[in-house]
C-alpha cells in the first residue's frame, strides 16, 4: 500500500456554530451527526481546564454543569458534560510521542480487568490504560451520576489515549458499574485488551461502539497484535464496529477497508516505536484536509 503523504499545512478545522444542534441522544443507532458532535467534545477535552466549560457553554450547555477531571499526578483529562438530554464524557488524548512510551514500555502488559475494577472476568486489558483510568474513576462515575438527574443517557467518546480510555470507561460503566452505555465512538483508537475481553466488549455493547480509523492511522494498529511475553505472549484485538476513511476522505463502513490496512502495513513489535516516531499525519483529530474532524465534515 502506498502512503499518501499530504502537501498540504495543517490548520485547525473551523468550528461550526454549534455541532450538538444536530445531536440525537436517544438512539443507540449509528449517526454520523453524532460522531461530528461527539468528534468536537474530544477537540475540547484537549483544552485547559479553566477554558473548557466556557467551550462547552458556547455549544448551549450550563458551564456549571461541566466537570473536568484532571490529576496533577496523572495524564488522564476527562471531561464530564451535563446537558438536558445527555451526559457526554469526553477524555483528552495524548501526543503521538507520549503514545510511543505508553505503548513500547511494561505498560504494554496485559492485567485482568477485574484487578482493578469490581467485576467478574472479562478478559486482560492493557495494564496502562486500565490503571489510568481506575485512578479517576470514582470521581468520572460520580460527576456521571451527579449529572445523569433526569436519566440522561451517557456518551462517551475519546481520540488517540483518549479513545483507548473512552473503551476501557464504557468497560467500567458495563462491567463494573452495570450501567449502560448509549454509545461510544473512538478517534484513532490503539488496542486496549486481548481476545477474550474484545468478545466480552463486543458481546454487551459492541452495537454501540463505533471506532473510526482514518486511512492509515498506524496508532490504530498499537500495540500491535502479537506481542511477545514470558511465558507467553500476549494478544491484542479491538471492539466495535469500523467506519474507515481512505485516503481521499470516503467513509466507509465496510471490514474490508480495515482488513486490507492490516494485510499492508507491517506492524510488529519490534519496530513500533520506530513507526510511532514517523509522522503520523491521518492520527490528527482537528487538522485540515485530512484530520478525524475535516473527514467527518466532508462526508457531512
Given at each position: ?58 455549544w448551549g450547555f450550563d458551564p456549571a454543569r461541566?466537570t473536568v477531571i484532571a490529576p496533577a499526578s ?223 465534515e466532508k462526508n457531512i
Amino acid at each position: 500500500m502506498t502512503r499518501k503523504k499530504s502537501t498540504t499545512k495543517s490548520a485547525p478545522a473551523a468550528l461550526p456554530a454549534n455541532p450538538f444542534s444536530t445531536f440525537v441522544p436517544n438512539t443507540t443507532l449509528w449517526n454520523i451527526a453524532n460522531a461530528r458532535a461527539l468528534a468536537y467534545a474530544s477537540n475540547l477535552a484537549y483544552g485547559l481546564p479553566a477554558d473548557i466549560p466556557n467551550g462547552a457553554a458556547a455549544w448551549g450547555f450550563d458551564p456549571a454543569r461541566v466537570t473536568v477531571i484532571a490529576p496533577a499526578s496523572s495524564i488522564l483529562q476527562a471531561v464530564i458534560i451535563g446537558g438536558p438530554t445527555a451526559v457526554i464524557v469526553a477524555f483528552r488524548g495524548t501526543r503521538p510521542d507520549e503514545l510511543k512510551d505508553w505503548m513500547a514500555d511494561f505498560e504494554i502488559e496485559q492485567v485482568a480487568f477485574s484487578d482493578y475494577f469490581p467485576a467478574h472476568d472479562v478478559g486482560m486489558v492493557h495494564e496502562g490504560f486500565c490503571r489510568l483510568l481506575a485512578g479517576s474513576w470514582r470521581e468520572i462515575h460520580s460527576a456521571v451520576t451527579r449529572y445523569q438527574d433526569n436519566g440522561q443517557p451517557v456518551w462517551i467518546t475519546g481520540h488517540s489515549l483518549g479513545g483507548a480510555l473512552a473503551a476501557m470507561a464504557t468497560a467500567a460503566f458495563t462491567f463494573a458499574a452495570r450501567e449502560p452505555v448509549n454509545g461510544l465512538y473512538t478517534f484513532g483508537q490503539p488496542r486496549i485488551g486481548g481476545i477474550d475481553f474484545c468478545n466480552q466488549c463486543d458481546s454487551n455493547f459492541g452495537d454501540v461502539m463505533f471506532r473510526f480509523v482514518n486511512n492509515e492511522d498506524i496508532v490504530t494498529r498499537v500495540p500491535p497484535r502479537i506481542v511477545p511475553g514470558i511465558p507467553l505472549p500476549s494478544f491484542y484485538g479491538h471492539s466495535g464496529q469500523v467506519r474507515f476513511f481512505d485516503g481521499d476522505g470516503n467513509l466507509h463502513a465496510d471490514d474490508h477497508w480495515w482488513n486490507s490496512f492490516l494485510i499492508n502495513v507491517e506492524v510488529g513489535f519490534a519496530n513500533m516505536k520506530t513507526l510511532l516516531s514517523a509522522p503520523v499525519a491521518d492520527h490528527c483529530l482537528d487538522c485540515r484536509p485530512g484530520g478525524y474532524i475535516a473527514r467527518i465534515e466532508k462526508n457531512i
